[in-house]
C-alpha cells in the first residue's frame, strides 16, 4: 500500500490556516535565530545603543463554532482548583464466598435486579441482594436474629 507524501501543499489544503501560522511560527523562530547569530559573529559596538528585542508573534484565537452556527473566541480563562470529592462511607468488609445455586436461583436474582432498576434507576449488585436475603432468612430463622 502506497502512503501519501504530506507536502506544504497537500498540509495547506487539510489544515489551512493551523498550517499557515505553524509555518509562520517556524520562519520568525528560524528568522531571529539568524539574527541572534549574525549579532554575536559581527559583535556590538558598546557606543551604539542596544537594539530592541523583536515583539513576540501574538495570533488571534482560532474561532469556535457554537451551536447556532455563530462564531467566537476560545477563551483561556483560569481553572479553578480541582476540588476531590469526598469518598463514600466506607461499607463494611465484604469476603468473596463461592456458592452453587440452581438456574432458577440465578433467574430469581436477576428478576430482582431488574425489578430494582427499573424502580430505582440504580442496578444492585448481584451480592448485595444475596446478602440481603440471607439476613431476611437469618431474621426469620435465627432467634436472636442476625448481629
Not at 39 to 56: F, R, S, Y
Amino acid at each position: 500500500m502506497r502512503r501519501a507524501q504530506l507536502t506544504p501543499d497537500t498540509a495547506r489544503r487539510t489544515y489551512g490556516d493551523f498550517f499557515d501560522r505553524v509555518i509562520t511560527d517556524r520562519e520568525e523562530e528560524r528568522d531571529s535565530a539568524q539574527q541572534s547569530d549574525h549579532a554575536q559573529e559581527v559583535g556590538t559596538d558598546p557606543a551604539l545603543p542596544a537594539p530592541e528585542p523583536a515583539p513576540e508573534p501574538v495570533h488571534a484565537p482560532a474561532p469556535r463554532a457554537t451551536a447556532a452556527g455563530a462564531t467566537r473566541p476560545v477563551r483561556s480563562a483560569p481553572r479553578a482548583p480541582r476540588v476531590e470529592p469526598e469518598p463514600p462511607p466506607a461499607d463494611p468488609q465484604r469476603i468473596k464466598a463461592t456458592f452453587y445455586l440452581y438456574a432458577d436461583d440465578i433467574v430469581t436474582i436477576d428478576q430482582i435486579q431488574t425489578s430494582e432498576f427499573v424502580r430505582t434507576g440504580k442496578k444492585p449488585q448481584r451480592s448485595e441482594i444475596v446478602s440481603r436475603a440471607l439476613r431476611l432468612i437469618g431474621e426469620q430463622e435465627l432467634p436472636g436474629g442476625i448481629t
